[in-house]
């Protein structure tokens, strides 16, 4: 019986067709097995609201791990050096007698600049009195220890160290040279003030740094707003943040994105909190009462939606418009004209000046994060809004 060219090529061809499709299902298989298995067991139900309360909770962990941070809020590099001296002195308190410790100062900048682009950091903590933090996958080493009444910073770049002494219990986070937002956990305090202001969501649950997470969505209320929302990863066993993704509103690259890579919940070793000043180093000691006297006092938190400036000791200067994601600050010009003296209190508005662009009645200066509209008559708006809400405002 003869065969049939057409028939047989259509089989071999429908054959060829079958065995694709079988190997392109087991392999998808394989993935998606991998994947439940990767993610773990099912996790228990739990409510947004329960999960964002247990996650902001006050972690005093003990663990030690790397985190690794990756952020681009968009700020020149010019502005970086400057942004602790401008933030440092808010509080109006920037004049003479309000002169910044230089040394202080120098750490904060150190720290500042970690802030961006990508970078690993080791940390260890043994309760509220006792963390770790160095930092040198740029063959530049910064460290920050905290050990009882003691804390030092040190900064290979100008081989100086500073120490700090007679630190009172549980103050380490007030000293000038702690580190923040090296942690998730100490990023994710940034939504305590503003979660009475925000949707939340749990968006299921994922792995990091091999611990299962929930992954809760925090977003804002309303429009206005630079960011689109803030994704917490929370371990599913000790409610600590192991991650957190800030995303913008405008759907581009996110933020921050500050992950743990490892992590053990173990005590850390006792010569992780020990300071061994390097050879050839210059070390500066203050007392912690020296380092307070030097820094101005952190600002008090003014009331918002109201107009004021709370405790301000210049109500008038400085008002706080709107509340939660959308809160704006507007500085008047007499405020801006103090903190241009002597290049201390608001000594970055030159500088946010040239690198701004001309809009109908001022400079706008445009981040990922925060904008800031300095208007023709020196009055100046600055929040993480849009522009546009920017402008609505100043109109």
């Not at 933090?133 to 900064?155: L, P």
């Not at 994710?188 to 939340?200: C, D, E, G, Y």
């Not at 992950?259 to 070390?283: C, M, R, V």
Request: glycine share 10%.
């Amino acid at each position: 019986m003869s065969t049939n060219p057409d028939r047989t090529a259509a089989r071999a061809s429908r054959k060829r067709l079958l065995l694709v499709s079988a190997a392109v299902a087991a392999v998808a298989g394989s993935v998606a097995a991998g994947t439940a298995l990767a993610a773990g067991p099912s996790l228990p139900g739990v409510t947004p609201q329960s999960l964002l309360a247990r996650a902001l909770a006050d972690h005093q962990q003990t663990f030690t791990g790397t985190v690794q941070s990756t952020v681009d809020l968009g700020v020149p590099s010019q502005l970086v050096s400057q942004l602790p001296s401008a933030l440092a002195s808010a509080d109006g308190k920037g004049g003479s007698k309000g002169a910044a410790d230089p040394q202080a100062q120098q750490a904060q900048q150190q720290l500042m600049s970690l802030l961006s682009g990508t970078h690993s950091f080791d940390v260890s903590v043994d309760g509220p009195n006792r963390q770790s933090f160095s930092s040198s996958d740029t063959g530049r080493t910064v460290r920050f220890v905290h050990n009882g009444t003691e804390a030092w910073t040190y900064d290979s770049q100008t081989n100086q160290a500073v120490q700090f002494t007679g630190i009172q219990p549980d103050e380490a986070r007030t000293q000038p040279s702690a580190p923040a937002m090296t942690t998730p956990a100490e990023a994710a305090r940034m939504l305590q003030q503003i979660a009475p202001f925000s949707s939340v969501r749990v968006d299921g649950d994922s792995m990091v740094a091999g611990r299962q997470v929930y992954v809760l969505v925090v977003s804002p209320k309303g429009n206005g707003s630079t960011i689109g929302d803030v994704r917490l990863s929370i371990d599913a066993k000790t409610d600590m943040p192991l991650g957190l993704q800030v995303d913008p509103s405008d759907g581009s690259s996110p933020i921050a994105d500050i992950q743990f890579t490892n992590i053990s919940y173990a005590a850390p070793a006792a010569n992780s909190f020990d300071f061994t000043l390097p050879q050839g180093a210059k070390l500066t000691t203050k007392s912690a009462q020296q380092a307070a006297h030097g820094v101005p006092d952190k600002p008090s938190v003014p009331r918002t939606g109201t107009g004021q400036a709370g405790q301000h000791p210049n109500p008038g200067d400085v008002q706080v418009l709107g509340s939660g994601w959308t809160t704006v600050y507007k500085l008047s010009p007499a405020a801006a004209g103090k903190g241009a003296k002597g290049g201390n209190p608001l000594g970055a508005l030159g500088a946010l000046k040239e690198v701004g662009h001309s809009v109908p009645g001022g400079t706008l200066f445009t981040t990922k994060v925060v904008n800031v509209l300095v208007t023709d008559n020196g009055t100046v708006y600055a929040g993480a809004v849009t522009p546009a809400y920017l402008e609505s405002l100043a109109k």
